[in-house]
Every structure is written in C-alpha cells, then in structure tokens.
C-alpha cells in the first residue's frame, strides 16, 4: 500500500532573494529579478541581461576553506537544504541515515568551471588544470555534497533532464518515499550558468529576449509581444516525508505530494510537439496517478517560458486535458519573475506550489499585458491574487521533448 507523502520543509536561493520568506514575499508583490549580467561582459552579446541571484553569501553556509573548491551551483543546492532541513526540524542521525535519500535536477553543472579550465589549457597548458575540475563540474555533485554534509546515505542520483530535471527530481524521489524505499528526501533543483556559453548557446537559438534596455520587462509569459526567456540561476529545495512520520514528530506540513506524470514528444531536439501534446499526456498522466479529476485543479504553476512556442502549446495542452474546466484554472508563469533557472526551475517551482497551496495565495503572471488571442486562458495578470487552492499542478518541459508534471494539494488529514 503506498504511503501519503508530505512537504515539511522548504529552502530557497533565487533572483528574488535567499530564504523562503524573502523570496515569496517578491514573488507575491509582482517583482521582477532580472538585470544587466554582471558574471560577465557581455556588450558583445545580443542578450545582455539575466535573472542573477544579488544576494547570496556563500560564507553563511560554508566554511571559508571550502568555499573555494565549491561551485556556485553546489552552493546554491547546500544552502537551500541547510535552510529545508532546519524549515522541517529533520533530524538526520545514525539510525536514519542510510533511509534518508537525496535527488536534485541539475542541466548543465559547473559550466563556468569548464570554461575556466579550457582557457586555462588553452593558455597555460593542461598541467595547470584544478584537480577539482571533474568533480566540481559535474552535475551530480549537487547531491552528492548535500549527502557528504548533511550525512543523508540512503538513495542518491541526478537528473539532467533539461528544463524538467528540477520536476523529475521531486517526483522520483515523491515516489522512493511513497513506496516506502525512503523515509525522508532532500529533492528539488538547482543551476547556475550565467556564463558566456550559455548565452551566446541559448542566443544563437533565438531563444533569449533581447529586451536589453527593459530587463524587468523581458520576461513576458503568454504576452503577444515576448520574445524569449531569460536566464535565471538559483536552487530549490524541499523535505518530503511520509505522513504518519511527519505528524509524529509534529512537522510543519505545507502541503500534500498527490501525483506525477512524465511523458516524451518524441518529436523535435528543442521545438515542442505540435499542440502540446506531450505535455498534454504528462498532465493526464499526474492526474491518473493522483487519481485526481482535472475539475480538482485549481492553479498551475505552468512551464511558461515567454517563448512563442512553448506558451502557446502549453496551453493548448491545458485545454485539451482540462476541457471546459480550462478557463477556471488561475495560471501563473513565476519565471515572469525569476527568470528560467533551466534544471533548477522545477525545484523553485514545486517549492512555489507547495507555498501557494499553504498559503492561499497565487502568484501573478507579471508583464502580461497583451496576452495573444488563443491565449485567452486565466493567466493571473500582473497582480497576485488571494484564493483556496485544493491541488495545483507544476509543469516542466525540457528539450528532447522530455516533460515532468506533479500535482500537490492541501493537507486533508480526512484524504483516503
């Protein structure tokens, strides 16, 4: 019999601010997190402007001597867990230990570290090369120093599934815990790649906004007049424990895992499937798997990326599966706000979803002004809006037609 899984702690570093409070209390006030890059010069590129995390101090969360063999991503993902773990009151001992499991999404790791080191071989040749290099770059390192500090030994693995890898982390891992293969895990998502191969990489695609001059208005979800994404980077992390063990030991509860879809287009390296309609399968399938009626959605924290493409088959999807429950839903895209944080935004995401169903408060959609005429959905527009949220749905698509859906609902200690 498979056990009910809740959320017990949240953690958080964004564009919008370190810690959960900061950063909710921004995403509700509709403000955005983007600026000039500041990582690096950019006057040669066409995008100029990102969504960079302002306000992190890697020595309040790391000892000084190893900060300098810590990439920001790592750190991202070890703070946002100290602040999840320290939210639920976990305590991870020598009796638990080896139950208590970690699973991050990660897209590209420590990309400015390779960019470093192949100047570096370029320059000063290859014996000069870190001997951090490799286990520093990798994206796994995520998890496997939120193992090696905080001594969580049980399950352990990355994903680098794109844009979903954050999603699929948290349901995977919902999973281990539902089953009874885990009793707690540490999961969401981080990244980190304001660098210069990302953007000139995501420029050349025509993917980015060039909204140079108006950063805070770049990114336009559902808008008819985005023009792109805009890069974010941060880390979202949350505790997931099953229920009788939570109540137990008196955990907060901020909201109840309730199902996971995935789904492949298999269709196109980075284009969507027409439609939406491997999106629309991944939505259906968190439902099946919740055992959710699509009339029991109330908010969806959508994939929204302010590309032509994605928004509108994202919501071409949501109307095939929501049918005429469609344009009740309140819809937000909070990468209005920070950015795409690419494998990181899932984890951010699950963690807004879970706050906007404790809360009972849905974050808007900022800068949609002008949504298009087929995209004439309920995307919360430029204000936050104060409702009851029984379940919201988060959503992830990642290129290779890889996508990720969870659905998580309030806390009914009464649900069968």
Avoid at 203 to 212: D, E, G, I, Q, Y
Wanted: aromatic share 6%; glycine share 12%.
């Amino acid at each position: 019999m498979n056990r009910r899984v809740v959320i017990t702690g949240v953690g958080l570093v964004t564009p919008l601010g370190t810690g959960v409070e900061k950063t909710w209390r921004a995403l509700c006030n509709g403000e955005s997190g983007m600026g000039p890059i500041t990582r690096f010069d950019p006057s040669k590129y066409r995008t100029r402007i990102a969504a960079e995390v302002n306000d992190f101090h890697p020595e309040d969360f790391l000892e000084k001597k190893e900060i300098a063999r810590t990439q920001p991503f790592m750190a991202y993902a070890l703070a946002a867990t100290q602040m999840a773990i320290e939210d639920s009151g976990l305590v991870i001992d020598a009796e638990n230990m080896n139950r208590v499991g970690v699973i991050t999404g990660c897209g590209l790791g420590g990309l400015s570290l390779l960019e470093d080191m192949c100047r570096i071989i370029e320059t000063k040749g290859p014996r000069r090369v870190s001997p951090f290099f490799i286990p520093t770059l990798i994206g796994n390192m995520a998890a496997g120093i939120i193992s090696i500090k905080f001594q969580a030994k049980g399950p352990n693995a990355s994903l680098a599934t794109a844009c979903a890898a954050g999603t699929h982390a948290v349901g995977d891992a919902f999973k281990l815990v539902q089953t009874g293969k885990a009793e707690a895990m540490i999961t969401g998502g981080v990244e980190s790649v304001v660098t210069p191969s990302c953007v000139a990489g995501f420029s050349a695609m025509k993917a980015l906004s060039t909204r140079n001059d108006d950063p805070e208005r770049a990114s336009r979800p559902f808008d008819r007049d985005r023009d792109g994404f805009v890069v974010g980077e941060g880390a979202g992390i949350v505790i997931l424990e099953p229920l009788d063990s939570a109540l137990k030991r008196g955990a907060p509860i901020y909201a109840e895992m309730i199902g996971y879809g995935m789904s492949g287009d298999g269709y196109h390296m980075a284009a969507p499937a027409p439609d939406g309609e491997g999106m629309a399968r991944c939505m259906q399938a968190a439902l099946d798997d919740g055992r959710v009626s699509y009339k029991d959605i109330d908010y969806i924290n959508a994939h929204g990326t302010s590309t032509p493409i994605n928004d509108l088959y994202e919501t071409r999807a949501i109307k095939t599966v929501f049918k005429e429950h469609a344009p009740q839903i309140a819809i937000s895209s909070t990468k209005s706000m920070t950015g795409h944080l690419l494998g990181g935004s899932g984890g951010i995401e699950t963690a807004f979803t879970a706050l906007t169903v404790k809360h009972g408060v849905i974050p808007p959609t900022i800068n949609c002004d002008h949504p298009e005429e087929e995209l004439d959905l309920d995307y919360v527009p430029n204000v936050a809006r104060t409702a009851r949220v029984r379940c919201g749905m988060s959503n992830s698509f990642g290129f290779g037609g890889t996508n990720a859906t969870v659905i998580i609902g309030e806390f009914d200690p009464n649900r069968s």
